[in-house]
């Protein structure tokens, strides 16, 4: 308890102080060529999920008017598979700027690799925050991903900062990595001084190879969010997929702990918990402030 609450202290004394509430649409699902242990989209797996190219601009834009009704103030365009075509990113860069024209949100992606041509592109069409997880440790991630190597996703994180864009990126936690790994994950992201670090927990999903991993205590996922808190002290910490799973009756714990924005809506593949339920929660964490 004591590391929660001096992690609390921490998120007090230095990181923003409204709470983020972040959003996401998958608009590219599935066919995804890499072999991530844990993914519902990858090629490799074989999953039950729906399967679709690119979306279009009306629909993507469509869902971001939604979700800022529902009290989101960040939007993330996520895609499936190691890097967009040329056609693919015309796509998102308009639906970047009509999502800036017609709503207040913080316009965000994920949208794979990038080099350097690609990240300005995407900067000047509008994307403000670019989104690439490390997933996890070097020292652990050849047993969570053998198709790309741990330098092209750092390589990744440093172009989207040249570009001029904020960068969130975190991990995975549960995948079967020690405490020195998690605590080695949160110091690369302190040495790449991202902007945000989302924090997901596994969530195991039948037909991947981490279908059979069991899900992280509460109390010990509390405790790796305020690990990555005294690490990371003035950065944004987000909690994300699979909180409803692994925290339970404690997801509104995660604030206490040093997290200082979550993920509401739905996930990539996965359904997320009441929108309205989410609000309110974080209402009644920030009447405690």
């Known amino acids: 308890m004591d590391l929660l609450f001096c992690a609390h202290k921490i998120k007090k004394m230095r990181a923003e102080k409204e709470t983020i509430l972040c959003s996401i649409i998958n ?12 993914c519902a989209q990858s090629a490799h797996h074989r999953t039950e999920i729906k399967t679709y190219p ?15 009704s529902r ?13 967009l075509t040329d056609k693919e ?36 069409g509008g994307i403000a925050v670019y989104h ?13 991903c053998t198709t790309h190597n741990y330098d092209e996703d750092i390589i990744t994180v440093k172009t989207a900062k040249a570009a001029g864009m904020k ?11 020690t405490w020195e790994q998690r605590v080695e994950l949160a110091f690369t992201l302190r040495e790449l001084d ?35 808190r005294f690490v990371n002290p003035d950065k944004n910490i987000l909690i994300c997929g699979g909180r409803e799973v692994t925290l339970r009756d404690y997801q ?11 993920m509401i809506g739905n996930y990539l593949t996965t359904q997320g918990r009441n929108i309205n339920m989410d609000i309110d929660m974080v209402k009644d964490h920030q009447s405690l402030l």
């Open 71 to 83: 009290g989101a103030t960040r939007y993330s365009m996520v895609t499936s598979g190691y890097m």
């Open 167 to 177: 960068v969130c990126s975190g991990g995975i936690l549960g995948l079967g990595e």
């Open 132 to 144: 690439h997880n490390l997933e996890t440790a070097r020292s652990f991630f050849d047993k969570v």
């Open 89 to 124: 990113l015309d796509v998102i860069c308009n639906s970047a700027a009509a999502i800036a024209r017609e709503t207040a949100l913080t316009v965000c992606a994920s949208l794979g690799m990038l080099t350097e041509t690609t990240a300005c592109r995407l900067a000047e």
């Open 252 to 262: 509104s714990w995660a604030m206490l702990a040093g997290a200082n924005g979550l």
């Open 194 to 228: 991202v902007d945000g670090i989302p924090i997901n927990f596994l969530n195991p999903i039948a037909g991947t190879r981490m279908e059979n991993r069991p899900l992280l205590k509460p109390l010990e996922a509390l405790k790796c969010i305020a690990i990555f």
């Open 27 to 38: 608009a590219k699902s599935g066919f995804c060529s890499e072999d991530c242990a844990f």
């Open 54 to 68: 690119l979306l279009d601009e009306e629909e993507i834009v469509k869902s971001a008017i939604e979700l800022e």
